[in-house]
């Protein structure tokens, strides 16, 4: 049987093959053991075992020729592991900075990370595939939406632990509670096979609880059924096992698949209402509703201490609270792990637990080497491939290693999971657009501003994409529209204090960010290096200090600040992308200047970058910039002349052309004439901001 797996799966043949070889196997068994027992072996041939005397037995021969010809087999075995183990070219087991074990299978795709592919189906991802949606309460008081929701959450907790069933995640499924969608619409949004849709309505104390199953590629209901349940609050949970139950088994049959394991929860009705609605809470990534998330799940622990999923939860909302701007990073980091910590030591090897574990060592590891979110993350996909969160932590933590590509396939099969995450859509566009596809990286963004309309996140992303463009009006408003959206957010206002910045609005980028930073950056604007160098030393971070001694144009000062960028930032070893590609041109050309070698490094990524393109080719204002740079430290020039034309076409309006690396191009008539022409574009910036703030668009967000 072992032979015939093997050489059935190497050839391709058919299912029916293996099946006919085992049914053989099971018929001839006994018969074999029947000949065996009657018959033996001898010199003269085969002979009834018992005409034979036992003198002329050679069984026992031959067993301790069996016996020496397996022993063998174990030391050839046994050796191949040891090589392999110790001699193999990778030198063996190798261990991480964090003592992990490096067997991650990195260099694998994120398929062959020990866990099913089976959990995305590359072919036909609409193939055993299913979407609950969130039971409606039809009672007559509108009592009994916990109870509705329990069985919806009760039943994707069962069906997301099924090896080879992909389920849409909840946070897409319950997205069209309340919707007036109709069944296609959901299927073709959340991209399954199958809707399994119910309701509960109560009269008296009796429930009756219906399901439904319903295949979209004909809207034909393939099952139903209906339960009448008596209801107390001591039976509710037992109740909702009986139905989940009960509906998974059904299922079992007509999707053909096996339940694999079980979801722990609490045993308290109280706790597990609070944990619902905290969650929900928490998943809004707003400041007021994450704040009360955090009380929501402490209530939770409080009322049952051992619920580790409650401890996940909790670590999640003070980590999504600093991010979202409504923590501290020093108590969101101490309350995060003190929580997750805890998590790991009542439930260690939950999905939940590990994905809180992975997205804490992204946030505040300040190795960006560190490999311990991605451990975390893949033990996360191996005890559940159908929690989209785990392959989301992990699309984050390649991400930060600059490994776009396994980043981008993590994100994909978590998309695949939860369609409608604006969190999710908005990874997937930041990655697209760091590994150079900025029209898919758009479109996305697109669909995440369609199916998320009131989160900040897809806003937020799409004034990035019309900044780097060079369009800073769209910019602007798109900012506008996240800032209404969620005020206390962090990113609308960086944005907008650039845009402030280009537009020569001192007052009012001074009015979002009172800096020392922000102060030194007008200083250097105005001309006033004197000022700009009092604020220097007041700088924290590397990078503004390195940006910062470039343009006052002292480069002892900016090498010094760009070492300290490389080793902070990892730059040593990543390649160059749209987010660094200006700090690469900026060090390769500080470097060269002053005749260190190091800067020759950079300076072959950003060639390897741009490859034999022209400046026409690209759409963003980084690429053209760092582009410039290259081309204006070069041998010649004014090579760098098409790539500022190109900058100042999409609209760029900056001071950048003061830097140090285009003095060689001053005395070019040229080159002043392309002054003028930036100039006039930080003109008509300037107008077109203060005509928006004068009579905002009725468009924005906040405006409607």
Do not use: C
Not at 602 to 617: I, M, P, T, W
Not at 654 to 667: E, I, S, V, W, Y
């Amino acid at each position: 049987m072992q032979i015939a797996a093997i050489t059935t799966t190497s050839f391709g043949a058919p299912d029916w093959v293996m099946k006919m070889i085992i049914i053989t196997l099971v018929i001839g068994f006994p018969i074999a053991m029947i000949l065996a027992w009657a018959f033996e072996m001898t010199p003269e041939g085969m002979r009834p075992t018992e005409t034979i005397a036992a003198n002329d037995s050679i069984s026992s021969q031959t067993g301790r020729k069996l016996d020496w010809a397996i022993l063998a087999g174990l030391l050839v075995v046994g050796g191949l592991m040891i090589f392999s183990q110790f001699f193999s070219p990778s030198g063996g087991p190798n261990f991480d900075t964090d003592g992990l074990t490096a067997d991650r299978a990195e260099a694998a795709s994120i398929g062959d990370i020990g866990v099913s592919a089976a959990s995305v189906e590359a072919e036909d991802p609409t193939t055993q595939s299913i979407a609950v949606l969130p039971f409606e309460d039809y009672s007559a008081d509108k009592d009994q939406d916990y109870f509705a929701k329990g069985i919806s959450e009760e039943l994707l907790n069962v069906l997301s632990r099924i090896s080879g069933l992909r389920v849409a995640s909840r946070t897409s499924a319950f997205s069209f509670a309340g919707q007036n969608k109709s069944l296609a619409e959901i299927s073709e949004a959340l991209n399954v096979s199958h809707i399994l849709e119910g309701s509960v309505r109560k009269a008296g104390e009796t429930l009756r609880i219906t399901a439904q199953l319903i295949d979209t590629s004909n809207d034909n209901h393939i099952w139903a059924a209906t339960y009448d349940r008596p209801l107390t609050a001591k039976n509710i949970f037992d109740v909702q096992d009986e139905i989940a139950t009960a509906i998974v088994e059904e299922l079992k049959g007509r999707l053909n698949f096996t339940p694999e394991g079980e979801a722990g929860r609490t045993v308290s009705l109280e706790a597990y209402e609070k944990y619902l609605k905290a969650r929900e809470e928490a998943n809004q990534r707003l400041p007021e509703p994450l704040l009360s998330s955090i009380q929501g799940f402490e209530e939770v622990i409080s009322l049952d201490p051992k619920f580790s999923h409650a401890y996940s939860g909790l670590a999640d909302s003070y980590m999504l609270a600093f991010a979202y701007g409504a923590f501290s990073k020093e108590d969101a980091q101490t309350e995060a792990r003190k929580n997750i910590d805890r998590a790991l030591v009542l439930s260690p090897n939950s999905a939940e637990t590990l994905t809180s574990a992975a997205m804490y060592d992204h946030m505040f590891s300040e190795n960006p080497e560190s490999a311990a979110a991605i451990d975390y993350a893949l033990k996360a996909v191996a005890a559940n491939p159908n929690y989209s969160v785990a392959f989301h932590r992990l699309g984050q933590a390649y991400a930060k290693r600059g490994e776009y590509e396994k980043s981008l396939k993590a994100f994909e099969q978590a998309r695949n999971l939860d369609p409608l995450s604006a969190s999710i859509l908005n990874n997937i566009a930041r990655i697209q657009r760091l590994s150079g596809d900025w029209k898919a990286a758009k479109a996305t963004t697109m669909d995440n501003i369609k199916w998320n309309p009131e989160q900040p996140a897809g806003h937020i992303a799409l004034a990035v994409f019309y900044f780097d463009e060079g369009d800073f009006v769209k910019s602007f408003i798109s900012a506008k529209n996240a800032q209404a959206l969620n005020p206390d957010d962090p990113y609308p206002p960086i944005i907008l204090k650039e845009i402030f910045l280009k537009a020569k609005l001192y007052e009012d980028a001074l009015t979002l960010d009172n800096s020392p930073k922000m102060k030194a950056l007008i200083a250097v604007e105005t001309g006033n290096f004197k000022t700009a160098k009092d604020l220097f030393s007041e700088l924290k971070d590397p990078k503004d200090r390195a940006y910062l001694a470039y343009m006052m144009k002292d480069l002892e000062r900016a090498a010094s600040a760009y070492e300290n960028v490389i080793n902070t930032l990892g730059y040593k070893t990543l390649q160059a992308d749209t987010d660094n590609l200006v700090d690469f041109a900026n060090i390769s050309f500080v470097f060269a200047k002053l005749g260190l070698p190091k800067g020759m490094s950079y300076r072959e990524r950003l060639k390897a970058y741009f490859g034999d393109k022209s400046a026409d080719q690209f759409e963003l204002l980084n690429p053209l910039w760092a582009g410039a740079v290259l081309k204006a430290s070069g041998q010649n020039p004014k090579q760098a002349l098409p790539w500022i034309d190109r900058m100042i076409a999409l609209g760029q309006a900056d001071n950048l052309l003061d830097g140090p690396a285009f003095d060689m191009l001053r005395k070019f008539p040229e080159f002043k004439e392309r002054q003028s022409r930036m100039a006039e574009n930080r003109a008509k910036l300037n107008e077109a901001i203060m005509t928006e703030l004068a009579d905002p668009n009725p468009n924005w967000v906040g405006n409607n």
